[in-house]
């Protein structure tokens, strides 16, 4: 095998690729990146049997052929290269790639004992990219982070037509996002839990223009700009989200989310570990208070509309920011029943796009 790409573009892929490398590989030559020189293109796979990611990137090949590489050396080499073409040419048990004055002669790994990549699965439609890697940021954060309840971990995906939903919950709070998208055809109808981590993953990396979605044989695939990733789909239990996230609410406050993020930040400063941020609804103002224990005590009086009583609530500071984080309106809604009730905060709409619901902590 030899071929000739842009350093640039083979870092930029090289790094893409690199993401979904397993911490803790199963086999070893799931460390490793497989290369496959095409006619006049370079293909970049990586699979842990969980996860698989492939990119496609123009490259000037001379001889076609496939090399499997441990995939961070090569991540660390490619993004420490300097300005000038690389050329990888395979001799023996080793890939030679060299760079300008630079040469690394790096042992390749068995191409034999690679996994077939599962295909991309059947399109069932697709979405922009800043609106798929808005929403999945907006829902992505109440996903759990422990393994033991795989359901919680993951982010269902609901579609009816064109009408896709989001959500997720670590048990404490639940995300959700409605968006529209274009699907393959108009009854389309899909329910499935796809892993968060791989999600975000997705999110993060997308590049302008549209991100192909498809479900089929218990995976889901992404594939946006010549870059597809696929993963096994999780257990498809799920709670029933959306009926607690109908409940009625008989007060509701309406605050400009930056200067109360702010306010919320600062006075957490001397709230001890795992201690609650205090709400103070009035009308015409939120007081934000926190402490009172060994560092201190802090408070910040935030403009807000109120209608209904007075109350005061209280909530862990970072749950409580990550919900305003999603909020993209200039102003959030905050919807309360009681003291002791979950809320529900949503962007400023009357039909809201983005809802989360955040248990609150019983004050003292």
Not at 84 to 89: G, H, R, T
Not at 228 to 257: G, H, M, N, P
Request: aromatic share 6%; proline share 5%; charged share 25%.
């Amino acid at each position: 095998m030899k071929f000739q790409v842009n350093r640039d573009v083979l870092a930029d892929a090289v790094a893409w690729s690199a993401r979904t490398l397993p911490g803790r590989p199963a086999l070893p030559v799931l460390s490793g990146i497989l290369l496959e020189a095409l006619d006049d293109s370079l293909s970049l796979s990586v699979f842990d049997y969980d996860v698989s990611a492939r990119a496609l990137i123009e490259a000037d090949v001379a001889e076609p052929g496939k090399v499997l590489i441990p995939g961070r050396v090569l991540a660390e080499i490619t993004k420490s290269l300097p300005a000038e073409p690389v050329q990888i040419v395979t001799s023996g048990s080793e890939a030679v790639l060299t760079c300008g004055g630079a040469e690394f002669g790096l042992l390749t790994m068995p191409v034999e004992d690679f996994p077939t990549l599962p295909a991309m699965p059947p399109k069932a439609g697709a979405v922009g990219g800043g609106i798929f890697a808005s929403a999945v940021g907006q829902v992505a954060v109440a996903a759990s982070r422990d393994d033991t309840l795989p359901m919680l971990t993951g982010i269902r995906v609901d579609i009816d037509g064109v009408n896709v939903s989001m959500a997720s919950t670590d048990r404490y709070r639940i995300a959700a996002r409605d968006f529209l998208w274009h699907p393959e055809r108009q009854e389309q109808t899909a329910a499935v839990m796809v892993p968060a981590r791989v999600m975000v993953e997705v999110g993060r990396s997308l590049r302008a223009g549209e991100v192909s979605i498809g479900f089929g044989d218990g995976i889901a695939g992404f594939e946006c700009a010549g870059r597809v990733t696929t993963v096994r789909l999780l257990d498809d239990q799920f709670i029933d989200y959306r009926a607690r996230l109908t409940e009625s609410w008989s007060i509701r406050a309406a605050v400009k989310v930056a200067p109360f993020v702010e306010a919320i930040k600062r006075v957490a400063l001397v709230a001890e570990r795992n201690t609650a941020i205090r709400l103070s609804f009035t009308q015409g103002q939120v007081l934000v208070q926190a402490g009172g224990g060994d560092i201190g005590r802090g408070a910040e009086a935030v403009e807000a509309d109120l209608e209904g009583d007075d109350i005061q609530i209280a909530f862990q500071p970072h749950y409580l920011l990550d919900g305003l984080a999603g909020v993209e309106s200039e102003q959030a809604r905050i919807n309360m029943a009681s003291p002791t009730r979950p809320v529900l905060i949503t962007d400023d709409e009357d039909d809201p796009t983005f809802r989360y619901l955040v248990m609150s902590l019983r004050l003292a």
